[in-house]
């Protein structure tokens, strides 16, 4: 057997929320609250964890806990995991019911105005669907995509989005229009004299 499905083996879905738990909270028995068990609970589980893998997950100091690069990584592959385990889980209930399901979708504030424009479409459409909208800059929203945090951005196409692990297509062309300020002629002098 081979040590990486020997420590599979011992790692639980359960075990890897608590971790992401006591990290976000900053303390273990803030994490104990945040999921109704008890601290000892807590702590055990993250030393069954450390002990499986032979790193420290937590830094543990009298302000708290912080997550040790070790915990840091498995922190950020623990959030894939449960994408991926939430999306299969809407997938196969899409499958038994095609009319409902989840779609998180990522956008930048410029189209956020075309995304509200299809979502009032959409909603009445499938009112058993249930739409999330995620706004912020586009850098940050692939990230998202990548982490699998949204399954789709609407966003302005931006040169650096050649990477071959994404597929883009364009919506629509919109040119970049120049305008010109005119000035009326006596505002144009007060504003110059005064």
């Not at 992401?20 to 964890?49: F, N, R």
């Not at 385990?85 to 997938?91: D, P």
């Not at 009445?124 to 706004?135: E, K, W």
């Not at 931006?158 to 883009?168: K, T, W």
Request: hydrophobic residues 45%.
């Amino acid at each position: 057997m081979q040590p990486v499905d020997r420590i599979g083996r011992r790692l639980k879905l359960r075990d890897l929320q608590i971790l992401e738990a006591a990290a976000k909270a900053g303390s273990m028995a803030q994490a104990a609250v945040d999921l109704a068990i008890t601290q000892p609970a807590i702590s055990y589980a993250i030393q069954e964890m450390e002990q499986a893998l032979g790193v420290s997950l937590l830094e543990r100091s009298s302000q708290g806990v912080k997550p040790t690069v070790y915990g840091e990584v498995l922190i950020e592959r623990s959030h894939v995991i449960f994408n991926e385990l939430r999306q299969g889980i809407n997938e196969i209930g899409s499958l038994a019911d095609p009319s409902v399901g989840e779609l998180r979708i990522g956008t930048t504030p410029p189209m956020s105005a075309v995304l509200s424009a299809i979502l009032n479409r959409l909603v009445p459409a499938y009112p058993r669907m249930t739409f999330v909208l995620t706004v912020g800059a586009t850098h940050l929203l692939l990230r998202d995509l990548r982490k699998r945090d949204v399954e789709l951005v609407i966003s302005r196409l931006a040169d650096f989005v050649e990477d071959e692990d994404l597929n883009v297509n364009t919506l629509f062309h919109d040119e970049l229009s120049r305008c010109r300020l005119e000035i009326p002629g006596e505002w144009a002098s007060r504003t110059a004299e005064g």
